[in-house]
C-alpha cells in the first residue's frame, strides 16, 4: 500500500505543472495479458500517440516490482527482447502500437495473478523534446486474448483510421 500511496502523491505534485503535456498524448486499445497462477511476467500493450515529437521513457505499475518497455525482434531466427535503453520515439502524430512481437511494456515481479476482466494501473512517464517529463496514469485491462485484432497475425496491420 506503501507504493499505491507514493504514486497518488506524485500524481498529485505534478498535475498543475505538467497536466497539459499530458494530455497530448492519447493511450488507445491498451491491455494486459492475464496470467496464470504462479507467473510472474506478462506484457502490457496499447497504441500511443503523440501530438509532439516524445519519448516514452519509464512505466511504472503498483501490481509489478519491475516494469520495463522492451523490443522483441528476429535476430538470426531467434526472437529476442531487450529494454529499450532511451525509452520509445513517439513521433509527433504518428500512432505507435505496442503489440505481441513488437515493442511493449514487460511487467515483472508480479505482486499477484492478473485474472482477466480487471484493470492494471500503469503510470506511463512522458518526455517531450525539450526534456521536460509528464506522466499518466492509465487503466489498462485485463484480457486473454488480443482484444483489438493485434495478434501477431496481423502484421499487415487492418488499422482504422
Ligand atoms: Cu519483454
Known amino acids: 500500500m506503501k507504493h499505491l500511496t507514493h504514486i497518488s502523491v506524485?500524481?498529485?505534485?505534478?498535475?498543475?505543472?505538467?497536466?497539459?503535456?499530458?494530455?497530448?498524448?492519447a493511450?488507445?486499445?491498451?491491455?494486459?495479458?492475464?496470467?496464470?497462477?504462479?507467473?510472474?511476467?506478462?506484457?502490457?500493450?496499447?497504441?500511443?500517440t503523440s501530438k509532439e515529437n516524445a519519448k516514452l521513457v519509464t512505466v511504472s505499475s503498483p501490481v509489478a516490482g519491475i516494469a520495463e518497455i522492451h523490443e522483441m525482434k528476429m535476430e538470426k531466427d531467434v526472437m529476442k527482447m531487450a529494454a529499450?535503453?532511451?525509452?520509445?520515439?513517439?513521433?509527433?502524430?504518428?500512432?505507435?502500437?505496442l503489440k505481441p512481437g513488437s515493442y511493449h511494456i514487460m511487467l515483472m515481479d508480479l505482486k499477484l495473478p492478473l485474472n482477466?476482466?480487471?484493470?492494471?494501473?500503469?503510470?506511463?512517464?512522458?518526455?517531450d523534446s525539450s526534456g521536460k517529463k509528464s506522466q499518466q496514469v492509465v487503466q489498462v485491462p485485463v484480457s486473454v486474448q488480443p482484444p483489438f485484432g493485434q495478434g501477431m497475425n496481423h502484421q499487415h496491420g487492418d488499422h482504422k483510421h
Open 10 to 25: 506524485l500524481a498529485a505534485s505534478l498535475f498543475l505543472s505538467s497536466h497539459v503535456v499530458a494530455q497530448t498524448v
Open 27 to 48: 493511450i488507445t486499445n491498451s491491455w494486459v495479458r492475464a496470467t496464470v497462477q504462479g507467473q510472474k511476467a506478462t506484457g502490457a500493450f496499447m497504441t500511443v
Open 84 to 97: 529499450l535503453p532511451n525509452g520509445l520515439d513517439l513521433p509527433a502524430g504518428k500512432a505507435v502500437d
Open 116 to 127: 482477466k476482466d480487471v484493470a492494471v494501473p500503469l503510470t506511463l512517464t512522458f518526455q
